[in-house]
């Protein structure tokens, strides 16, 4: 059974930081495509992508994001990470991570959700001023 367990949510103020933790079980995690995702503001159950990283390791952003987050893995704990600095009040929405084998690219993976068959339950952020 596939599982994505996020962790690292909290409230921070802002210009804060925040690493949030994804575990991945139930999937060969040095061959899976992983991303991070999070709710477009005001919008219910509507996702953008954040940030991506490929089976070997290359990674690819969103432009919001780019400078202030970085994300990575660590095969060794079967976990993806996103590390988030200088974080701004608009930070503050649900993020997801996701998985699929299929959705890499050569600098990355990809942003589209319909791409990913496996996610995690969302854990929230909220950055106050």
């Known amino acids: 059974q596939v599982q994505l367990a996020e962790s690292g949510g909290d409230s921070v103020q802002v210009g804060g930081s925040l690493n949030l933790s994804c575990v991945v079980s139930g999937l060969p995690f040095g061959d899976t495509c992983l991303g991070w995702f999070r709710q477009f503001p005001g919008v219910e159950r509507e996702l953008g992508a954040i940030?991506?990283?490929?089976?070997?390791?290359?990674?690819s952003y969103a432009d919001s994001v780019k400078g202030r987050f970085t994300i990575s893995k660590d095969y060794a704990k079967n976990t993806l990470f996103l590390q988030m600095n200088n974080l701004t009040p608009e930070d503050s929405v649900m993020y997801y991570c996701a998985a699929d084998r299929l959705a890499c690219l050569k600098t990355g993976a990809t942003f589209r959700t319909t791409d990913y068959a496996y996610w995690g339950q969302g854990i929230n952020v909220t950055v106050s001023s």
């Open positions: 940030a991506g990283i490929s089976d070997i390791g290359t990674t």
